[in-house]
């Protein structure tokens, strides 16, 4: 058995990993208590004892709100989490960092796998810039797995990008939905598949994984929960504001179909899935 250390692991992306593949590969999956990827000492004296094959960092600062408030706090949680803490893994075995569509600035997607993550911080969120720094530091010393706006079918610590709106729907609550926002979501078990086969084959490169079609916000969650509801549904329309999201995001996952042998779902098909 292949011997994996997963950091991260007990989060929205890395536990349905987990669940799909703890058969096939002997998966060290530590908390903070025993693995904190920030601490290069803990680090060193962790990956040393237990000598894994492969390492996939699920592990980051994902509150974007959060993250804002510590702009250009190299002291901050997120810095130190989504910088630091990769640097910390960087040549102790094959290395598969989970990335996002963030480190683009929205201005001219959906990007490719060859795009270039953007260096100017006032065209990025913090948590966006702190993700493309992340991916300098790793260069070519590791593989790149961007992701967007991931979903699943059941995760109970945390509502993902679709199961927030429908709860706040159900209480009356949903705010407008963005009509000039482009996306496309990731479909958690299509990561899952596509990091196994990069894994097996220890894969080297930047791999995006998300649905093959784009579609905005207010399309994609009214059509959610109208399935989800049984209803007709049309959400209220709302416009981005682009100092905080991209407005022509998305991810181009052509190539990565083509390199890993998937046909990854449409944002319909994923809808239907869950």
Not at 112 to 126: G, M, N, R, V, Y
Not at 211 to 231: A, F, M, N, Q, V
């Amino acid at each position: 058995m292949m011997k994996v250390l997963l950091t991260g692991a007990a989060g929205l992306v890395g536990s349905r990993f987990v669940e799909m593949y703890s058969k096939k590969y002997e998966l060290f999956t530590p908390d903070i208590s025993e693995l904190d990827i920030t601490n290069k000492v803990n680090v060193d004296e962790y990956i040393s004892k237990n000598n894994p094959d492969a390492i996939i960092n699920f592990a980051a600062y994902t509150n974007v709100s959060e993250a804002q408030k510590q702009r250009e706090d190299r002291n901050g949680d997120c810095w130190k989490i989504n910088v630091e803490g990769v640097r910390n893994l960087i040549g102790k075995c094959f290395l598969i960092h989970i990335s996002t569509d963030m480190v683009f600035s929205g201005a001219s997607g959906p990007y490719k796998e060859t795009d270039i993550p953007e260096t100017d911080t006032d065209k990025l969120t913090w948590y966006g810039f702190t993700k493309a720094e992340a991916e300098r530091v790793i260069g070519d010393k590791g593989t790149i797995v961007r992701i967007i706006y991931p979903v699943r079918q059941k995760y109970n610590l945390k509502l993902d990008y679709l199961k927030k709106p429908l709860s706040l729907y159900e209480q009356d609550k949903l705010y407008p939905l963005f009509v000039d926002q482009q996306i496309n979501i990731s479909f958690i078990d299509e990561i899952s598949e596509a990091l196994d086969k990069i894994i097996s084959g220890k894969l080297i490169g930047v791999y995006h994984v998300a649905s093959r079609d784009l579609t905005t916000p207010h399309e994609l969650i009214s059509y959610y929960i109208s399935k989800s509801k049984g209803i007709e549904f049309l959400a209220q329309a709302g416009n981005i504001d682009p100092t905080r999201y991209p407005k022509y995001g998305g991810l181009d996952t052509k190539v990565t179909q083509e390199k890993l042998g998937m046909q990854f779902s449409s944002w319909k098909e994923i809808v239907a899935k869950l």
